[in-house]
């Protein structure tokens, strides 16, 4: 199994950046081989998935969040890290991410952005 936690989020102006992280663990977890994703729920719409990285550190972003959003990783910390620069007050939601293909979530984290 594998547990993660986001975090970072937060209350930011339009134009603003935030940075969040994703820290993952589990005895039987092996982080370095895994792919991992971003996904965001905003208030009465589906969560949609935005950024991705494989195991190599090939990353995919989304239209609306691409130029704008980084997603890297940390294999010797098991972290997945989100930086978000140029925010827009669309950008607001809870804040997830996953393992690709297993379908486990952490709690989520919330990122306002004020216009």
């Known amino acids: 199994q594998v547990q993660l936690v986001e975090s970072g989020g937060g209350l930011v102006q339009a134009g603003g950046s935030l940075r969040l992280s994703c820290a993952a663990s589990?005895?039987?977890?092996?982080?370095?081989?895994?792919?991992f994703g971003w996904y965001r729920q905003a208030p009465g719409k589906q969560r949609e998935l935005f950024a991705a990285?494989?195991?190599?550190?090939?990353?995919n972003y989304a239209v609306p969040v691409k130029g704008r959003f980084t997603i890297s990783r940390d294999n010797a910390k098991n972290t997945v890290d989100l930086q978000m620069n140029s925010l827009k007050p669309e950008d607001t939601a809870v804040y997830y991410c996953?393992?690709?293909?297993?379908?486990?979530w952490g709690q989520g984290t919330q990122v306002t952005v004020s216009s």
């Open positions: 990285i494989t195991s190599v550190g090939t990353t």
């Open positions: 589990g005895s039987t977890f092996t982080f370095r081989i895994n792919a």
């Open positions: 996953t393992v690709i293909g297993r379908g486990t």
